[in-house]
């Protein structure tokens, strides 16, 4: 029963995730690029340029290093809301972006809160 207990709190916790992109050519200049959620973040997936260097991580810090260094595109979803960011990943120091998203709680919750109230006032009302 402990055992079982473990592992549904390792599954459930979150970690940082450091990936690589997948590389340019020899001798190319590189950079990093950390992502920095406001709060722990589910189905975190994260493409460069097109690529997928990240799917679904339970997070809130994501480190992706060997891109090319230059303009580039980052298209980032975090507990259903996304974002695309224009970029210049330089080589000298990792580029950090914090990134603000939505609470991951069910939303439903505060919708049918939103429906009673609603209905409670106009039943007052009339």
Known sequence: MRWLMLAVMLVGCASDVHVSYPGPPVGAATGSLVLLFSSTAQD???????????QDAHT???????IPVGTTEVVVTANGADRALHLWIGSDHPNTVP??????SPG???TLFGTLLTIVAYKLIN
């Open 44 to 54: 975190v997936y994260v493409s460069i340029d097109g690529v997928l260097v990240v």
């Open 60 to 66: 809130d810090h994501v480190k992706i290093d060997n």
């Open 99 to 104: 990134l603000g998203i939505p609470d991951a």
């Open 108 to 110: 439903w919750m505060k």
